[in-house]
């Protein structure tokens, strides 16, 4: 497992958020009332939860364990909520806060204005964070948020997406932190770190086996126990380890049968007992089925309106009431919640509205993750674009105004609002229709690349006329063609394909122009059938704040691409584990079976154990430079340890990724750790990995633990999973592992 000091993660996290932090940590702490001993910081987390608990009405409790939407309103629950995706009242009398709640996965958001006219930085996505491979520039993301959550009045973030990438369809992808579990729960274990470090509560959702939007309400995952630990469940299990978040978010769909958010299995057997898990459990809006889910383990129904009904209120009580739910099961409940405010430092740095906010430092934030998250997957010497070209043609993707963002409860309204909203069509039947129109955050690549080539003639086309395109792209120094795939919460894409015809355009301006540079702005891999036409291709994702800026500075070479593949890239969707979407076609409501017959070889892992070569691999990615790798030394035992040389052999600074990997007798290799280097041409830098057991394990499910056995496993470093020049082998003696 990548092992990483506190100091090692503060050090480009604080010069790039520096000023803001000094504001923050200067919050002035509350006082301690003799009358409400659970104010004393000196007391544990578990003390004052418990001291706090037991001064609590019944009803009181009842009361804090259901939440709504937090829509302002003057009297009732709502009293005291400003505007957002829920709110729990607080108790006055016993100085607990309101619990003001956010949706956050890719910075604040503010859903249909209910807050009017504020705006927040939004990040690049979170296959954009994951593809940066760099675990400091996640947790600098997570306390960017944070901090502006904070100054905003919010103190739980319902950010932290840990859930692993089994289908490129799926229309959550571009939130989340790619396929692998070490990389995605690493990153997202930073991210809650980071921001954890604002005094709020950080969740880490949706628990568990969420893997896509069609059918989510309704979907019975059906996945072994064993295939589960070592993929799923290993992400979520690294993530809450390494950033402690406060909540646990589960999720809509069934697991095995059981629905996420009433599933003993996960709850209790997984989360609370094998993982010790002590903070609280809450429901996805929407996601109670029924009172008996506060015994399968969940803490918290959120957003109850949204439910057939309020589960955790009146019927709670009754069953209470009458035996069949324990008091004390109810005072677990509440301490869980008091527990993780209290560590989290909630009650004591109390969250108000109108706190100072930098917006500038925050959008240094967000270029440099788009920097080094932007993927350069193709170069035929085309870039980087020299600055004294002649003539440059910007074709599509509304490049002239903006660059795209994903929808859903993750859209973030930019400071000054977004450049473009386009209302997209389809969605009928689907709650989420509402929520259907394409953001474009103001950071305009048409205006960046005018900047970094100030005397050439930089023209800009639509795209939506292929002549015109191509007739114009003739004879330019350059052509880059943006191309767009807009994502969205509750929808899959129905396939790989570039949507509204782009795949056409680019051929079309290719055959005009052999100069011609691709940009991708997409939410998931998609398909290249114009590959072998075209000069370059970069992948940006959704790029955020400063994305096009960005995305200038890799094509001009004023940055060195360093992004890294976090999900492999199709050649097509029969080589999917599902070709098929799951569920596409069943009535709505109607619960339909989702099988795993890739156990955990998924993503880059079910490529090899198939001998498949995919589009683009796993953790693949070029520079503008060149790097080698030498000299690997490998020891054995408990688990793999490996040192070995990088060396930039190149003619350009620039950023190595270090891939690790491992595999056991007979089985197929997966990721066992990885480094990021910085190097200037010619220096080089021994790195050193320690690998987490539990990667090189697999799940005994009649002895439920983890079980390495003895044996020799192949090492591997290279710079992705499908270039590994570095080769090795240790012996590791046979154990077994707690689960």
Same mark, same amino acid.
């Given at each position: 497992?990548?092992k990483?000091?506190?100091?090692?993660?503060?050090?480009?996290?604080?010069?790039?958020?520096?000023s803001?932090?000094?504001?923050?940590?200067?919050?002035t702490?509350?006082?301690?009332?003799?009358?409400?001993?659970?104010?004393?910081?000196?007391?544990?987390?578990d003390?004052?939860?418990?001291?706090?608990?037991?001064?609590?009405?019944?009803?009181?409790?009842?009361d804090?364990?259901?939440?709504?939407?937090?829509?302002?309103?003057?009297?009732?629950?709502?009293?005291?909520a400003?505007?957002?995706?829920?709110?729990?009242?607080?108790?006055a009398?016993?100085? =607990?806060?309101?619990?003001?709640e956010?949706?956050?996965?890719?910075?604040?958001?503010?859903?249909?204005?209910?807050?009017?006219?504020?705006?927040?930085?939004?990040?690049?996505?979170?296959?954009?964070?994951?593809?940066?491979?760099?675990?400091?520039? +996640?947790?600098?993301?997570?306390?960017?948020?944070?901090r502006?959550?904070?100054?905003k009045?919010?103190? =739980?973030?319902?950010?932290?997406?840990a859930?692993?990438?089994?289908d490129?369809?799926?229309?959550?992808?571009?939130?989340?932190?790619?396929?692998?579990?070490?990389? +995605?729960?690493?990153?997202?274990?930073?991210?809650?770190?980071?921001?954890?470090?604002?005094?709020?509560?950080?969740?880490?959702?949706?628990?568990?086996?969420?893997?896509?939007?069609?059918?989510?309400?309704? @979907?019975?995952?059906?996945?072994?126990?064993?295939?589960?630990?070592?993929?799923?469940? @290993?992400?979520?299990? /690294?993530?809450?380890?390494?950033?402690?978040?406060?909540s646990?978010?589960?999720?809509?769909?069934?697991?095995?049968?059981?629905y996420?958010?009433?599933?003993?299995?996960?709850?209790?057997?997984?989360?609370?007992?094998?993982?010790?898990?002590?903070?609280?459990?809450?429901?996805?809006?929407?996601?109670?089925?029924?009172?008996?889910?506060?015994?399968?383990?969940?803490?918290?129904?959120?957003?109850?309106?949204?439910?057939?009904?309020?589960?955790?209120d009146?019927?709670l009580r009754?069953?209470?009431?009458?035996?069949?739910?324990?008091?004390?099961?109810?005072?677990?409940?509440?301490?869980?919640?008091?527990?993780?405010?209290?560590?989290?430092?909630v009650?004591?740095?109390?969250?108000?509205?109108?706190?100072?906010?930098?917006y500038?430092?925050?959008?240094?934030?967000?270029?440099?993750?788009?920097?080094?998250?932007?993927?350069?997957?193709?170069?035929?010497?085309v870039?980087?674009?020299s600055?004294?070209?002649?003539?440059?043609?910007?074709?599509?993707?509304?490049?002239? =105004?903006?660059v795209?963002?994903?929808?859903?409860?993750?859209?973030?309204?930019?400071?000054?609002?977004?450049?473009?909203?386009v209302?997209?069509?389809?969605?009928?039947?689907?709650?989420?229709?509402?929520?259907?129109?394409?953001?474009?955050?103001?950071?305009?690549? /048409?205006a960046?690349?005018?900047?970094?080539?100030?005397?050439?003639?930089?023209?800009?086309?639509?795209?939506?006329?292929?002549?015109l395109?191509?007739?114009r792209?003739?004879?330019?120094?350059?052509v880059?063609v943006?191309?767009?795939?807009?994502?969205?919460?509750?929808?899959?894409?129905?396939?790989?394909?570039?949507?509204?015809?782009?795949?056409?355009?680019?051929?079309?301006?290719?055959?005009?122009?052999?100069?011609?540079?691709?940009?991708?702005?997409?939410?998931?891999?998609?398909?290249?059938?114009?590959?072998?036409?075209?000069?370059?291709?970069?992948?940006?994702?959704?790029?955020?704040?400063?994305?096009?800026e960005?995305?200038?500075?890799?094509l001009?070479?004023?940055?060195?691409?360093?992004?890294?593949?976090?999900i492999?890239?199709?050649?097509?969707?029969?080589?999917?584990?599902?070709?098929?979407?799951?569920?596409?076609?069943?009535?709505?409501?109607?619960?339909?079976?989702?099988?795993?017959?890739?156990?955990?070889?998924?993503?880059?892992?079910?490529?090899?154990?198939?001998?498949?070569?995919?589009?683009?691999?796993?953790?693949?990615?070029?520079?503008?430079?060149?790097?080698?790798?030498?000299?690997?030394?490998?020891?054995?035992?408990?688990?793999?340890?490996?040192?070995?040389?990088?060396?930039?052999?190149?003619?350009r600074?620039?950023?190595? =990724?270090?891939?690790?990997?491992?595999?056991?007798?007979?089985?197929?290799?997966?990721?066992?750790?990885?480094?990021?280097?910085?190097?200037?041409?010619?220096?080089?830098?021994?790195?050193?990995?320690?690998?987490?057991?539990?990667?090189?394990?697999?799940?005994?499910?009649?002895?439920?633990?983890?079980?390495?056995?003895?044996?020799?496993?192949?090492?591997s470093?290279?710079?992705?999973?499908?270039?590994?020049s570095?080769?090795?082998?240790?012996?590791?003696?046979?154990?077994?592992?707690?689960?």
């Open positions: 497992m990548l990483l000091t506190a100091a090692a993660l503060a050090v480009s996290a604080t010069a790039l958020i520096a803001a932090a000094l504001a923050q940590t200067a919050a702490p509350v006082p301690t009332p003799a009358a409400r001993p659970w104010m004393n910081p000196k007391l544990s987390p003390q004052r939860a418990a001291l706090l608990q037991s001064a609590m009405t019944l009803d009181e409790e009842i804090i364990l259901h939440g709504d939407f937090g829509l302002p309103h003057k009297t009732g629950r709502g009293a005291g400003i505007g957002s995706a829920g709110f729990v009242p607080g108790v009398r016993l100085g =607990v806060p309101a619990l003001q956010t949706d956050a996965s890719l910075g604040i958001a503010n859903p249909f204005n209910v807050r009017k006219g504020d705006g927040a930085t939004p990040l690049p996505s979170g296959l954009a964070t994951a593809s940066t491979w760099n675990p400091e520039l +996640a947790y600098a993301g997570g306390a960017m948020i944070g502006e959550a904070f100054a009045g919010f103190n =739980v973030l319902l950010s932290g997406g859930n692993v990438a089994r490129p369809r799926n229309g959550r992808n571009f939130e989340y932190l790619g396929e692998d579990p070490l990389l +995605a729960g690493t990153l997202a274990g930073q991210a809650i770190r980071g921001v954890q470090s604002n005094h709020i509560v950080s969740t880490v959702k949706h628990f568990a086996v969420n893997d896509q939007e069609t059918g989510r309400m309704v @979907l019975d995952a059906r996945i072994g126990e064993a295939a589960m630990r070592e993929t799923d469940l @290993l992400a979520f299990e /690294l993530a809450i380890e390494a950033g402690k978040p406060g646990v978010m589960c999720a809509y769909n069934q697991i095995n049968g059981a996420a958010c009433e599933n003993n299995h996960l709850l209790n057997e997984v989360l609370k007992t094998d993982w010790a898990y002590p903070g609280w459990v809450m429901s996805d809006w929407g996601a109670v089925h029924s009172a008996e889910a506060a015994t399968k383990g969940l803490d918290q129904e959120s957003g109850s309106v949204l439910d057939s009904r309020v589960w955790f009146k019927p009754t069953a209470v009431d009458n035996g069949s739910i324990p008091r004390a099961r109810i005072d677990d409940m509440v301490r869980r919640i008091f527990r993780s405010l209290f560590a989290d430092g009650f004591d740095h109390p969250a108000a509205p109108g706190g100072a906010l930098d500038a430092a925050d959008a240094k934030v967000a270029k440099a993750t788009a920097e080094e998250g932007i993927v350069l997957l193709k170069n035929a010497g870039l980087p674009l600055p004294t070209a002649h003539r440059i043609v910007v074709v599509g993707g509304h490049a002239d =105004v903006g795209l963002s994903g929808g859903g409860s993750s859209q973030v309204a930019p400071v000054g609002g977004p450049a473009l909203s209302k997209m069509p389809g969605g009928e039947g689907n709650p989420m229709a509402q929520f259907r129109f394409a953001l474009y955050d103001p950071s305009s690549p /048409l960046a690349i005018k900047a970094a080539a100030p005397d050439a003639v930089v023209e800009y086309v639509d795209g939506t006329d292929l002549k395109a191509a007739d792209a003739k004879g330019a120094d350059a880059i943006f191309a767009t795939q807009w994502m969205i919460e509750g929808y899959d894409a129905k396939d790989l394909t570039l949507p509204d015809n782009q795949d056409a355009l680019i051929a079309a301006v290719a055959d005009a122009n052999p100069r011609t540079v691709v940009v991708l702005e997409t939410g998931n891999p998609v398909l290249t059938p114009w590959l072998d036409r075209t000069a370059a291709l970069v992948e940006a994702w959704y790029p955020g704040a400063k994305g096009g960005a995305i200038a500075d890799i001009f070479g004023a940055t060195n691409p360093s992004g890294r593949l976090p492999t890239f199709p050649t097509g969707e029969a080589e999917l584990p599902r070709p098929a979407i799951p569920g596409a076609g069943v009535p709505a409501k109607t619960s339909f079976p989702v099988e795993y017959p890739e156990g955990s070889n998924l993503g880059y892992r079910g490529y090899e154990a198939k001998g498949i070569k995919p589009l683009f691999p796993f953790g693949y990615g070029l520079s503008y430079t060149s790097f080698g790798y030498a000299q690997l030394t490998a020891t054995g035992g408990r688990t793999v340890a490996v040192s070995f040389t990088v060396k930039n052999t190149g003619p600074a620039g950023m190595a =990724v270090a891939e690790v990997y491992a595999a056991p007798p007979g089985g197929v290799s997966r990721l066992i750790g990885f480094r990021k280097i910085a190097l200037k041409p010619g220096e080089r830098r021994r790195v050193r990995v320690q690998a987490d057991p539990r990667l090189l394990a697999s799940y005994d499910e009649a002895a439920h633990g983890w079980h390495v056995a003895g044996g020799a496993y192949a090492v470093v290279g710079a992705s999973s499908a270039d590994l570095l080769h090795g082998a240790v012996t590791l003696l046979d154990a077994r592992l707690k689960p």
